[in-house]
């Protein structure tokens, strides 16, 4: 049987999503198992929870590092999942017209997407950064912290030394034209260390929506632990060198250039 969208509202409300708040929401859709409208369910369940007054948010960039992006018609990288995709086209939703894009409805929207192109991706001036200076809510359904952007504007704040080479494309009078730029990124396995922290501190709540297993943090929460961690060891999110994790070895060498 479908998980119903009042079903849904009630397992958001026990695990602690606050009426009248922000709410950044990664979501693994499969995870749910069935679920009635499917996507557009469990949207409408999140708007519900949050209520009239809140604001729900979703990452909405599209991961085409070669075309530029238009806020109108690019697609999510899919990589954030079919929920974040359908969340962005539907009516009332706003979307940053730019690469990092993010997507948001409720009071607080206008806020969060105001910010121009961030570059890293995800410092204070960007939708992360906007959910955690509002004092937001962070929840993860079906995914782990490995899919946590608030952990990255951490990196940042907590000055985390590593630079990644990547490029984006803009469109600049008529042409296109690349932007290369250094990212604090990574494989982001380690991320998932941020449970243990968060949860033997008593900052995360653990629950059920519909099927899938979901956690919810205070955005400042993560943030605060986070920093705890990288300022005894900046290169903690790394893989050790020896376990040939490219993506972290690739991080790692940009710390001799």
Not at 39 to 51: D, K, N, Q, S, W
Not at 186 to 194: D, G, N, P, S
Request: charged letters at 25%.
């Amino acid at each position: 049987m479908a998980a119903s969208i009042a079903s849904l509202v009630s397992d958001l409300r026990t695990l602690g999503v606050e009426p009248g708040g922000v709410l950044l929401t990664h979501v693994g859709f499969r995870a749910l198992g069935l679920v009635e409208n499917g996507p557009l369910g469990l949207i409408a369940a999140l708007r519900e929870a949050v209520g009239p007054d809140g604001t729900l948010v979703m990452p909405s960039w599209s991961g085409d590092d070669d075309t530029p992006f238009d806020p109108s018609t690019s697609p999510a990288d899919p990589a954030l999942g079919v929920t974040a995709d359908t969340f962005w086209r539907q009516p009332g939703v706003k979307r940053a017209p730019h690469h990092f894009a993010g997507a948001a409805i409720g009071p607080h929207a206008t806020r969060i997407l105001a910010d121009p192109l961030p570059l890293p991706p995800h410092g204070e001036a960007s939708p992360v950064g906007r959910v955690h200076e509002l004092d937001g809510q962070v929840l993860l359904i079906g995914c782990l912290h490995d899919a946590d952007t608030t952990i990255h504007l951490a990196e940042l704040m907590g000055g985390a030394p590593y630079r990644r080479p990547k490029h984006l494309t803009i469109l600049e009078n008529g042409a296109h034209k690349r932007i290369d730029y250094g990212e604090n990124d990574h494989c982001c396995q380690r991320f998932e260390l941020a449970d243990y922290w968060l949860a033997s501190q008593g900052l995360q709540r653990e629950g059920r929506v519909g099927a899938a297993h979901a956690r919810l943090a205070r955005s400042r929460d993560i943030v605060s632990v986070v920093l705890e961690e990288l300022s005894r060891d900046p290169l903690i999110f790394l893989h050790p060198a020896e376990d040939e994790c490219e993506e972290c070895n690739d991080a790692r060498a940009s710390l001799r250039d």
